[in-house]
């Protein structure tokens, strides 16, 4: 089992930046892929940046490309997503996710989710 637990969430002006955190236990950190995900209202839940086990490989959505970074510390056993640049269609409930090995777009390939936290952008 792996325990995963979001932070970093809350109300930020259009421009402006976040760091997410995701804090794992459980099993071994450096074997699983993670990646974070987002969830806004009446939509599907969308891949936004994953992260391979040795952090040696990245993936990010189009849409934020160039505005958002993921990253690990294994120190930590925690995942990293810094957002930049944030307009409304950031605001979401964010999850992070681990899967063994690679990161991978879709979110029924991943074992382990965390609870969410919640980013809303104002205009």
């Known amino acids: 089992q792996v325990q995963l637990v979001e932070s970093g969430g809350g109300l930020v002006q259009a421009g402006g930046s976040l760091r997410l955190s995701c804090a794992a236990s459980g099993r071994t950190f450096s074997n699983y892929a993670m990646g974070w995900f987002r969830q806004a209202p009446g939509k599907e839940r969308e891949f936004v940046a994953g992260?391979?086990?040795?952090?040696?490989?990245?993936d990010y959505a189009d849409s934020v490309k160039g505005r958002f970074t993921i990253s690990r510390d294994f120190a930590k056993n925690t995942v990293y997503l810094q957002m930049t640049s944030l307009n409304p269609e950031d605001t979401a409930v964010y999850y992070c996710a681990a899967r063994l090995w690679t990161a991978n777009r879709a979110p029924n390939q991943y074992n382990y989710w965390g609870q969410g936290t919640r980013v809303t952008v104002s205009s």
């Open positions: 992260i391979s086990w040795s952090g040696g490989s990245t």
